[in-house]
């Protein structure tokens, strides 16, 4: 047999082979790209919804040495602006009167579905003790109102088709005046920062 005739199918072969290739690079780049575009990470938007002082209780036993705890409730929501799924570890709430740590609390874990908002209620108790440590905090009281700041943090990631995968953390300061009459919350102003 001549060896001409049998190049000819082997060429076909090859070529059929480079352009199958050169189609498999050009689908997976488009899908990339679609990719991308369509699920690109953006910034979660944490809202303090509320602070609410709920009221005064025994502490348990151990951690923190004030016998009396005032408990605060921050309701806290975290709205998904994603394509995909956010999936919090839960979050972190400290209360600061006059910058001392007065309480510290952690809250639940949630998943909020792409494009919607999960709420975080976080139950935070709040030593007396160490806000009667405090020199002005008699002061404030008798004043009628007081001053408090708490940092909320969350951490979580978004993970999109098992491609886009990242790991987000939205922190969120909050100072906020409690008036003693009525244990309400007054004056309440809060500044994000997101990190991706």
């Not at 001549?2 to 072969?13: E, G, H, I, S, V």
């Not at 509320?50 to 408990?71: D, N």
């Not at 975080?120 to 905090?137: E, I, M, Q």
């Not at 001053?147 to 953390?169: D, E, I, K, M, S």
Request: proline fraction near 5%; charge should be positive.
């Amino acid at each position: 047999m001549d060896t001409d005739t049998a190049k000819p199918p082997a060429l076909r072969l090859r070529v059929a082979l480079v352009g199958c290739g050169i189609a498999s690079v050009v689908a997976a780049a488009i899908l990339l790209a679609v990719t991308v575009a369509v699920f690109r990470v953006r910034e979660p938007v944490m809202t303090m919804n509320a602070i609410a002082v709920k009221g005064f209780r025994a502490a348990p036993s151990g951690g923190w040495s004030s016998p009396v705890r005032l408990t605060v409730v921050a309701d806290v929501s975290v709205k998904n602006p994603n394509a995909a799924s956010l999936r919090c570890r839960g979050s972190e709430t400290t209360v600061y009167y006059r910058a001392s740590r007065v309480g510290r609390a952690a809250g639940p874990p949630g998943t909020a579905r792409a494009r919607r908002t999960v709420r975080l209620n976080v139950t935070v108790d709040v030593a007396v003790g160490a806000l009667l440590g405090d020199p002005g905090f008699l002061g404030d009281v008798a004043a009628g109102a007081v001053a408090v700041t708490t940092a909320t943090r969350v951490r979580g990631r978004v993970l999109a088709l098992g491609v886009v995968h990242r790991r987000v953390v939205l922190e969120m300061n909050c100072t906020a005046t409690i008036a003693v009459a009525d244990m309400s919350i007054r004056n309440q102003s809060c500044l994000q920062r997101v990190w991706l």
